[in-house]
């Protein structure tokens, strides 16, 4: 035992003076050795001094540089374990640290990206974006976005329409985002086309990042308290299983490899399965009615998504002699550094309370090989760009880092969140080198070379027209920093509750309430209500329609549970329309190719 115990201290010199809290000596020897090593229970220093509680040795860890934003063995980050001891300072500590690097990571990583965007070739396109969901209450009320992407040289400009989601409403605006700028010197430049207002953000990189201090980045007291008073959440696409297989067509055994024309390109059509969005949620550093809060929240989310939940609570016998807070159940160092010792369910740390939702997802990919445009050197560095302000751009930026099927995705089916898709198509591409609409539908084909003599000449090479990068002279422009908008939630809980508002609204006939979705462009008009402070629903709640003094509101002012059942009712009934109208076609298509059986 002798001899074991020397060689894990010979092998986690500093995760030995972590757990003894010996920070003076461990100031000493960090110089000397690895600081993100990690132990055999998956841990760096800093994970192990967050986890044990050891402020001190977090301290000296922190201004040593060590690491935040790895994540353990079981895949939760430094921030996320601090959190979880409730310690305030801790959070605060580390929350510090990670903001920092985040800001100087950010900005590093700009001119590697200006780089990127230099060296491809120019270009134009579309992305389309159709928001939708597999329950119909909804789909019915998701929008459309159309986003243009011009790229010349180092300068780049994305428009939109679709901003976010926020108090039960979706944010739109006409909105440009211009980049320009070269290895030092950034601009960047969001155009409010509705206000004609134009924020300007412009930075020295280099002076940038000597501005960016420790002390700069001081959090909030009430960014640590929300913090601590919320669950800890992490969301993310389980990816271990995925497998991209071809989608087949046909019947009666004649089915062959599904491809598809997408906007004049030929489209090989594959499933994406075996994937999974998990949900693992910890609360054991809430109070009881946070706790109680939390859950009321969910029920009515669980009932609809059929997610699979499964609970782990405190582990291990918590009744032992030697226990402390943060090692409830008195783990020997011996145990701990003995990669052959079974610890079970025992661990150090607070006792966990952690819920994880499971929820099997498809995705689409229809993969084009002849298309112009590349995915790694074109679009990916746009889609990581806009990631930075955009969620819905951040989710599909995490897709297209999978090894996708040779070729390029024209359309790309993906979710979301648990209850919404998203449906993107590129297309026009190179149809555009102005900022003026583009006249040609998207649908359109691409056009081919011309002939002449007898030969066919190789197209000129694609321009974007410098004025697209300029801003209009009577726009007014303001410094400093970028009037920014509120990302799109990933409230499931919200986009229920406004697809189960409108649906009552709809079905109740309320006078003065009249609710019109246009489909052609995805915008929401409310003709009853005259600020948007009106249209919005306090989060959390389902929907009180109960001060109407209207007879026809008699639908509303029932409880929430009846309010459910008939935005049930409703989903199935749409539902079942659906199937309905799904089995009529396969059995008109059966018929017509049986008759043109027998006819030969």
């Not at 549970?561 to 076609?585: F, P, V, Y």
Request: some cysteine.
């Amino acid at each position: 035992m002798s001899s074991a115990n020397e060689d894990f201290r010979v092998k986690f010199p500093l995760h030995i003076l972590v757990w003894e809290n010996d920070y003076r000596k461990l100031e000493n020897q960090l110089g000397q050795n690895d600081i993100e090593t990690v132990d055999p229970r998956g841990r760096t220093p800093v994970h192990l001094a967050v986890s044990l509680g050891h402020l001190e040795s977090v301290r000296v860890l922190l201004r040593h540089g060590a690491e935040v934003t790895k994540e353990n063995a079981k895949n939760w980050t430094v921030l996320q374990e601090a959190i979880s001891t409730g310690d305030p300072e801790m959070v605060q500590l580390v929350l510090q640290r990670r903001d920092y690097l985040k800001a100087s990571t950010a900005l590093g990583g700009v001119p590697e990206l200006l780089s990127k965007i230099r060296e491809s070739p120019d270009f134009y396109m579309e992305m389309k974006w159709e928001f939708t969901s597999w329950i119909p209450l909804v789909s019915r009320v998701c929008p459309n976005d159309v986003c243009r992407i011009w790229k010349s040289g180092a300068s780049l400009r994305v428009d939109a329409t679709l901003l976010g989601f926020e108090n039960m409403t979706w944010i739109r605006g006409r909105r440009s985002y211009i980049f320009r700028g070269d290895d030092t010197c950034t601009e960047l430049m969001e155009v409010n086309h509705d206000e004609e207002v134009v924020d300007t953000e412009r930075f020295d990189i280099s002076r940038e990042m000597e501005d960016v201090t420790l002390d700069s980045m001081q959090p909030a007291q009430q960014e640590v308290a929300k913090r601590l008073t919320s669950p800890i959440i992490n969301t993310f696409l389980d990816t271990k299983e995925i497998a991209f297989e071809r989608n087949k067509s046909g019947i009666w055994g004649w089915r062959s490899d599904r491809t598809e024309i997408v906007n004049g390109f030929e489209a090989k059509v594959f499933s994406v399965n075996n994937g999974n969005v998990v949900i693992r949620t910890r609360t054991e550093h809430l109070t009881d009615e946070e706790k109680a809060k939390i859950k009321s929240e969910r029920n009515v989310l669980e009932s609809i998504l059929g997610t699979v939940e499964q609970h782990i609570s405190a582990q291990g016998d918590l009744t032992l002699e030697y226990a402390t807070a943060t090692n409830p159940t008195a783990i020997t160092p011996e145990e701990y550094f003995d990669p052959d010792f079974d610890l079970g369910d025992r661990d150090i740390g607070r006792p966990i309370e952690l819920t994880i939702r499971t929820q099997k997802f498809k995705a689409t990919l229809w993969m084009s090989e002849e298309h112009p445009l590349s995915l790694v050197e074109q679009v990916t560095p746009i889609i990581d760009l806009m990631a930075r302000t955009s969620a819905h751009f951040a989710r599909l930026r995490d897709f297209v880092t999978l090894n996708f099927p040779p070729g390029f995705p024209v359309k790309i089916e993906i979710p979301l969140f648990h209850v919404l898709n998203a449906k993107i198509t590129f297309g026009s591409v190179n149809k555009c080198s102005t900022g003026e609409p583009v006249d040609t539908p998207p649908s359109a084909t691409t056009p081919t070379p011309s002939e002449g003599d007898g030969e066919a000449t190789v197209p000129p090479l694609f321009q974007v027209c410098p004025s697209v990068f300029e801003v209009p002279g009577h726009y007014r422009l303001r410094g400093g920093h970028r009037g920014g908008h509120t990302p799109m939630s990933n409230n499931d809980e919200e986009l229920l509750q406004y697809a189960i508002h409108q649906s009552l609204l709809e079905s109740s006939g309320v006078p003065g309430q009249d609710t019109n979705w246009d489909y052609a462009n995805g915008d929401l008009a409310d003709n009853g209500f005259s600020s948007q402070s009106e249209r919005s629903i306090p989060e959390g709640a389902l929907v009180d329609l109960g001060d109407t003094s209207s007879p026809a509101s008699s639908v509303s002012t029932s409880s929430p549970d009846s309010e459910l059942r008939l935005a049930m009712e409703l989903s199935a009934r749409a539902q079942a329309d659906e199937e309905r109208r799904r089995r009529q076609e396969e059995e008109d298509l059966e018929r017509i190719l049986q008759l043109s059986l027998t006819e030969k």
